[in-house]
């Protein structure tokens, strides 16, 4: 069994900051893409960010120069500073890590994505 726990959102003026984290727990015996995906009222889940095992990253356009994503390997935790928020950043964040377990590797499954419950990011005056 995984466990995602994720922390770090709350509420924060515009131009403020925040940071993110992620940890994965349980029978973990590989993660390959780390990922933090958004959701705000009335729209559709949206890439954030995203991270290798080799340390490739890919952001969406318009979190660019602002965000940073990064990961702990040795903690299975990936982070994600937020810098200069803007209100249209408000949303529930959620981070996705690709994973497979010892026990899944023994039977040859396909690796899985695991999503963390969401935390609630609000961007206001």
């Known amino acids: 069994q995984v466990q995602l726990a994720e922390s770090g959102g709350g509420l924060v003026q515009p131009g403020g900051s925040l940071r993110l984290s992620c940890a994965a727990s349980?029978?973990?015996?590989?993660?390959?893409?780390m990922g933090w995906y958004r959701q705000a009222p009335g729209k559709q889940r949206e890439l954030v960010a995203t991270?290798?095992?080799?340390?490739?990253?890919n952001y969406a356009d318009s979190v660019k120069g602002r965000f940073t994503i990064s990961r702990d390997n040795a903690k299975n935790t990936v982070y994600l500073q937020m810098n200069s928020l803007k209100p249209e950043d408000t949303a529930v964040y959620h981070c996705?890590?690709?994973?497979?377990?010892?026990?899944?590797?023994?039977?040859?499954?396909?690796?899985?994505?695991?999503w963390g419950q969401g935390t609630q990011v609000t961007v206001s005056s």
């Open positions: 349980g029978n973990i015996f590989a993660i390959n893409v």
């Open positions: 996705k890590l690709g994973m497979t377990t010892a026990r899944a590797m023994e039977l040859m499954l396909p690796w899985n994505d695991y």
């Open positions: 991270m290798t095992s080799a340390g490739t990253t």
